[in-house]
C-alpha cells in the first residue's frame, strides 16, 4: 500500500515537473515572441525617423539651391546696375556739357556766313583771314571737347548725319550724293548733336 502511494506521488511529481517545464517553455516562447514584436516596432521607428530625416534634408537642400539662385540673379542684377551706371558716369563725363556746344555752334555758323561775306568785300584779303584764324582756332578748342564736323559733301546721303533740304539735278553725279551743304553737322564724342543740312543729287528728269 506504502509502495503504491509512493508511486502516485512520483508520478504526480513528474507530471507536475513537466507541467512546469512546459508552462516556462510556453512563456520563453511567448517572451521571445514579444521581443520580435518588439524589434519589429524599433526597426519600423527607426525606418520612418531615417525617412523623415531624409525627407528634411531634401527640402533643406532645394531651400539652399533655390537660396544660391536667387544670390546669382542678385548678383547678375548688381552687375548690371554697376554697369549702367559706369556709363551714365561716363556719358555724363564725356556729353555733359552737350549743351554748351550746342550753344556754340551758332558762333561757328556766323564765322563761316562771315568768311563768304567777306569775298565779296574789298578788304576780303584782312577780313577772311582774320575770320578765319578765328574759326580755325574755335575749331580746336572743341575739338579737344570731343567735337567734330559731320562729313558731308560727296558722301552718299545718309539720314542718321544728313537732313536733306532740296534735291539738285546731276548727270555726273551719282543720285542719293550729297553736293552741297547749308549748315555743317556736328558730333559730340561720334554721337550726333545736330545733322548736316544738305543738298542731294538726282539724275535729270528725261523730257
Known amino acids: 500500500m506504502n509502495e503504491k502511494n509512493n508511486n502516485l506521488n512520483m508520478e504526480e511529481k513528474e507530471d507536475r515537473h513537466k ?25 519600423k521607428k527607426e525606418e520612418e525617423i531615417a525617412e523623415e530625416v531624409k525627407k528634411e534634408l531634401e527640402e533643406k537642400d532645394a531651400k539652399i539651391k533655390s537660396l544660391e539662385e536667387r544670390i546669382l540673379y542678385m548678383q547678375a542684377d548688381f552687375e548690371n546696375f554697376k554697369k549702367i551706371k559706369a ?32 569775298e565779296s568785300t574789298e578788304e576780303y584779303k584782312a577780313i577772311h583771314d582774320g575770320v578765319k584764324l578765328i574759326l580755325n582756332e574755335f575749331l580746336r578748342v572743341l575739338e579737344k571737347a570731343g ?61
Open 19 to 43: 507541467e512546469a517545464r512546459g508552462n516556462e517553455g510556453h512563456h520563453r516562447k511567448h517572451e521571445h515572441e514579444g521581443h520580435r514584436h518588439e524589434d519589429h516596432k524599433k526597426k
Open 87 to 118: 556709363k551714365e558716369k561716363q556719358d555724363t563725363v564725356k556729353f555733359g556739357n552737350e549743351t554748351l556746344i550746342k550753344q556754340l555752334l551758332p558762333v561757328l555758323d556766323n564765322l563761316e556766313l562771315a568768311l563768304k561775306h567777306s
Open 147 to 207: 567735337v567734330k564736323p559731320v562729313e558731308a559733301i560727296g558722301q552718299k546721303f545718309d539720314p542718321n548725319f544728313h537732313e536733306a533740304f532740296f534735291q539738285e539735278e546731276h548727270e555726273d553725279v551719282e543720285p542719293e550724293t550729297v553736293v552741297s551743304e547749308l549748315q555743317r553737322g556736328y558730333l559730340l564724342n561720334d554721337r550726333l548733336i545736330r545733322p548736316s543740312r544738305v543738298g542731294v543729287s538726282k539724275k535729270p528728269d528725261i523730257q
